[in-house]
């Protein structure tokens, strides 16, 4: 197998604060009911367990201590249950958490050796950035004065509206649309004067002199609605991108000459955290109790510390060989994605929207596009806020028929069998003939977690046993390490290498690296966002960010573009394409549409590893054995609980659910340890102890529309040991791809980010402003007839009595089937002649050849064709080739010539190619660019001598000429022929233009569109044949 990634030179090793041991150990003892309250003391008074739990939880802290000091414990059982799934949590979950569990971070190897330091743990607290913002909003509320503010990057101006896409007031909260004020004049300066930071009594004494106001009050009062709705941003707030945002706001407090207590106060606080920081852990909950005091009484929020630990590993390595497993678990993974169809439904549905609206060579603003009014709205499935448009896409994602069957199949061997695996074996899964994976489909990069084991005792056999984490990792390189890169010893030299990788995989002068950063609207959930990164640009919206002006990127910066069907953005003022980087593990569908859209793009036509086939065809299965492959576990063994196999309900007592569950128990093979699991979070129960299973019952009766259990990690050997305890260890495994010379197969464009605006007259043609756009529905069984005899017929009509100068007409599917008619005049003649073509519309109408017809603005793709110069050029070809089409299927109705469409298309590419200026090797080379060698080749094998004659435009086609046939066709075709030089002319002189070849691909596509149809697999064929035919006469041409 080939090998897709390479590591990093740094791994996580994440690993829970106890011990297994401790959890084995917990469960050894008596558990009879008059033991239980003696082992809660035991584990109560256990200092680690209790400043854990203080960390966490401090209503369960404070119910903690009652109970040592003897009191009664009211709701006794839920005190009991929360104590059993902590210590399991503490025990068996390395997921980082507070004091739960902790990181640190290793180097690859030839060997594994992970060991702890006497002194096992590290604390990390800050402060939660709730509790940062808290006070910084207080302070731009009370001292704005003092303040020096800058506009939010997210504004977006909207006619005579300022948006943001987003707030994060707690008032705001619940509304999930934009934020809006007046863009009046102040407003306007205002964002000018500010948009790379003002002094707030300078910004405030020019609108004061320009606008000659003499009441003050009324600008401060302009100034302050713009600080609260977050218009203005003021330079205390923090940089998500820094590495300590307390140490900055207090810089900041400093450098502003606020002469209130809070700045020793603050001062106060980062002296009484170091001191935390220091305390051992199970030593500090005195400390943490006075410095949590001492912040609430700062700003009382609901959080107020986030803490974080550090394992204090002094051997940290593993065998290297793990990034070849790695490699092969994903090249099958890979493979068998292929077999998903349509794996992105939205986002296909939203770029043939794009491409309706916008055309494919426009480049358009990211937060017009978005727009609900003015653009087309987010795909379907963005909630923030959502799109106006009703939902008409299918969600379905298709898997192959053979994929589909082969996992049937291995499931009933399995329980046939008895076997309570399914084993994936290569040579099964080569014998299923999937598509091979393109290299630009694979992720540039990305991160599994893994839990591993050795395979025996001996550690230095280095047999590893893998089993993919419940989380299992992310979409690219660095999200996991973001938010803890205050902890790495080197973060920045960590970033710096994912950086260089990520430039490495594409051109870069074409790109620039952008990372992403933003305040949510859940405030707390910025402590998920904190992270370093090397990216040279930054975009940092409703908070400021590490980088000078000159390196940051704003909002309304951006512009997206459609480029060999995947999306791209691009810096208008860079002029640059932008390799976005967001570098946590936030989740990105809580974020406004414009960030959820970037997230989502940059993973654009990437196949993902974690979408597991199996997942869609055991849906519905209530019980799935293990998925195997090779010495992974990638999916445990899982049982679905509902009513209906367990035979309770709501009102089930305990006892009955304890026989019924014992039932269920014996009928699925359930084994004594599973994990009953919530999406990534989960607890290890002991199916033996009864205080287990009341914990599964409760959550039976809170929410039984379904509960999950999974199998144990039991198979293998820990790799994490301190003196005789093992510890569950999980690894977050970084990787990147391996650079592949590619050759691209695509006709490449210049994109252009056009001056012209959406809604300029230019651009848009409102009916009858020198154009009148009309679409024809119900056309599909006589269309050629319509095309051929109707509209020719009419509008050549128009053209000779010169009351229109041109028309052209296209066919298109949205989705109703129907026929696009532009006609060119004045505004004056259009009008004039209205009554005239209603009438001939509502003959055809009785003619059967339409049932419905619909009036339009004319949305001109001037990018696509050259910009503004060359589309009137554009629409002249558009003309022509539309009476050549017409005049070819009436010539094809009427019995003139018999060629079959295959024949007719290939010389009218050929012919458009000639016309165009294009010599010879260049259209071999063009068109071989688009098609394979392989393609239709048995299908040009069997006509390749008369292909080779009639696509042969030497001597003026004398090949094609010698039968009357082939002259009628080359004279119709050659009434195109001089405008289309002169357009081939035109482009060649203009070098603000799309390519040459993007402008001939495309009237070439509309071409075989007018006479053919809605056909690209056609089409595809017609460009293959002429591909093989004009490379087979390369021996005839000079």
Request: contains cysteine.
């Amino acid at each position: 197998m080939r090998d897709l990634y390479r590591n990093t030179n740094t791994f996580m090793i994440r690993t829970p604060i106890f011990s297994i041991d401790n959890y084995y150990e917990f469960f050894r003892k008596d558990g009879e009911s008059d033991k239980i309250k003696d082992r809660l003391l035991e584990i109560c008074n256990n200092s680690v367990f209790r400043e854990a739990i203080l960390v966490s939880s401090k209503s369960l802290y404070s119910t903690i201590i009652d109970f040592c000091d003897g009191k009664e414990i009211k709701k006794f059982d839920y005190f009991l249950q929360s104590i059993y799934k902590y210590l399991i949590r503490m025990s068996m979950r390395p997921t980082p958490f507070g004091l739960f569990s902790g990181v640190d971070f290793g180097k690859y190897a030839e060997e594994t050796v992970i060991s702890y330091e006497n002194d096992n743990f590290k604390k990390f607290a800050r402060p939660d950035l709730e509790w940062i913002i808290k006070i910084v909003k207080e302070l731009e509320d009370n001292h704005y004065k003092n303040l020096t503010f800058k506009i939010n990057d997210s504004i977006f101006i909207k006619g005579e509206r300022a948006l943001l896409i987003h707030s994060t007031d707690k008032e705001d909260n619940n509304r999930i649309g934009e934020i809006s004020i007046r863009a009046t004049k102040p407003f306007m300066r205002t964002y000018d004067l500010a948009k790379d930071g003002i002094e707030y009594n300078k910004l405030k004494y020019i609108l004061i002199d320009e606008y000659s106001i003499e009441d003050e009050s009324k600008i401060d009062n302009f100034l302050k609605q713009l600080i609260e709705r977050e218009f203005l941003i003021s330079n205390l707030r923090p940089p998500l991108t820094v590495l300590d945002q307390f140490d900055y706001l207090i810089n900041e407090v400093k450098k502003a000459e606020i002469e209130i207590p809070l700045v020793d106060e603050l001062t106060e606080i980062k002296e009484k955290l170091k001191l935390y920081n220091e305390t051992p852990v199970g030593a500090g909950e005195e400390t943490y109790l006075e410095l949590y005091k001492k912040m609430e009484s700062v700003a009382n929020v609901k959080n107020i510390l986030q803490v974080d630990m550090k394992l204090n590993l002094r051997d940290k390595k593993i065998n290297k060989k793990i990034i070849s497993d790695v490699n092969d678990l994903m090249n099958i993974l890979l493979d068998l994605s292929m077999s998903i169809e349509n794996p992105e439904p939205f986002l296909s549905k939203y770029k043939q929207e794009f491409i309706e609206k916008y055309g494919q060579d426009r480049e358009i603003s990211l937060l017009e596009m978005l727009d609900n009014d003015i653009g087309i709205g987010p795909p379907m499935n963005y909630e923030r806020p959502r799109n106006n448009r009703s939902l008409d896409v299918s969600v379905n994602e298709l898997l192959d028929n053979n994929v589909r069957d082969y996992f049937m199949e291995k499931y009933f061997q399995a329980l046939k069998t008895n076997s309570r695996n399914i084993a994936i074996r290569d040579d099964e899964i080569k014998n299923l003939e999937l598509q091979k994976i393109d290299y630009e489909n694979i992720p540039d990069s990305l991160e599994i977690n893994l839990l591993v084991k050795n395979k025996s005792e001996d550690n230095l056999s280095d047999e590893f046993q893998y089993y993919i984490g419940p989380n299992l990792g992310s979409t690219s390189a660095g999200k996991s390490f973001g938010r803890f890169s205050h902890m790495m010893s080197e973060p920045k030299k960590f970033f710096e290498e994912l950086d260089e990788r990520n430039i490495e995989l594409i051109d870069s002068e074409e790109y620039v690296t952008c990372e992403i950063s933003y305040l949510p609207s859940e405030v707390r959930n910025a402590n998920v966002t904190r992270n370093i990164h090397s990216s040279e640009y930054e975009m940092s919206l409703f908070t400021n960010g590490s980088k000078d002006n000159l390196y940051r990127i704003k909002l309304n910066d951006i512009y997206i573009g459609l480029e060999n069907n995947t999306f791209y953005a691009k810096s208008k003022t860079l002029n640059k394409k932008l390799l976005l980087t967001i570098n946590n593990m936030l989740n990105p569908q809580t974020a406004p549409n414009a960030i959820r859209f970037l997230n989502d793009i940059s993973l654009d036509e990437k196949k993902l590893w974690y979408k597991f086939v199996w997942s869609d065809v055991y849906k519905d299965f209530s019980y799935i054995p293990a998925i195997k492959y090779k010495n992974f576990v990638i999916m445990p063994e899982t049982w679905k609980m509902n009513k209906i196999n367990m035979k309770i309900n709501k009102k089930t007592e305990f006892n009955e659910f304890k026989n019924q569950f014992n039932d269920y128990r014996i009928k699925y093979g359930v084994p004594q340890y599973v994990y009953i699991t919530f999406a990534d979070n989960r607890i290890l129960l002991n199916l033996d102890d009864e205080q287990c299973v009341k914990i599964l019952y409760h959550e039976c009766k809170n929410s039984f529309n379904e509960i999950i259990l999974n199998s144990y990690e039991e198979e293998g050997v820990n790799i994490v040991k301190e003196s005789h305890k093992d510890y569950i260890c999980e690894l977050v495994i970084p990787l990147t791809k391996i650079k592949q010379e590619t050759i691209s197969d695509k006709v490449s464009a210049r994109m252009l980010s056009s001056d012209i605006s959406s809604l300029s007259k230019e651009r848009v043609k409102d009916p009858f402003d020198e154009w009148l756009y009309i679409k024809l529905y119900g056309i599909s069984s006589n269309v050629d007839d319509l095309i051929a005899y109707y509209i020719s017929e009419f509008c050549n009509e128009l053209v000779e009595e010169e009351i229109i100068s041109k028309y052209f007409f296209m066919r298109y599917v949205d989705p109703e089937q129907h026929i696009r008619l532009r006609l060119n005049s004045s505004q004056e003649k259009l009008l004039m002649i209205y009554p005239k073509i209603r009438e001939w519309l509502s003959m055809i109408r009785k003619k059967g050849l339409m049932t419905y017809f619909s009036i339009d603005s004319y949305d001109r793709e001037i990018e696509r064709y050259g910009g503004i110069e060359l589309i009137n050029i554009a629409e002249k070809v558009f003309f022509f080739d539309s009476i050549v089409t017409e005049d070819i299927l009436r010539a094809k109705r009427e019995g003139s010539f018999d060629f079959c469409d295959e024949i007719i298309g290939m010389i009218s590419v050929v012919h458009y190619m000639e016309s165009f200026g294009l010599p010879y090797a260049k259209q071999v080379e063009f068109l071989r660019s688009q098609v394979s060698s392989s393609e239709y080749r048995e299908d040009f094998k069997q006509k390749r001598t008369e292909y080779m004659k009639l696509c042969n435009s030497n001597k003026d086609w004398e090949g094609l000429r010698e039968s009357e046939e082939g002259n009628i066709l080359i004279e119709i075709l050659n009434k195109r022929r001089k405008i289309i030089e002169y357009y081939g002319n035109k482009v060649r002189e203009n070098e603000e233009v799309s390519t040459d070849l993007s402008i001939l691909d495309s009237i070439i596509h509309l071409n075989c569109n007018r006479m053919f149809g809605i056909d690209r697999e056609f089409e595809k064929k017609v460009r293959a044949l002429a591909s093989h035919a004009l490379y087979a006469l390369k021996h005839f041409k000079s």
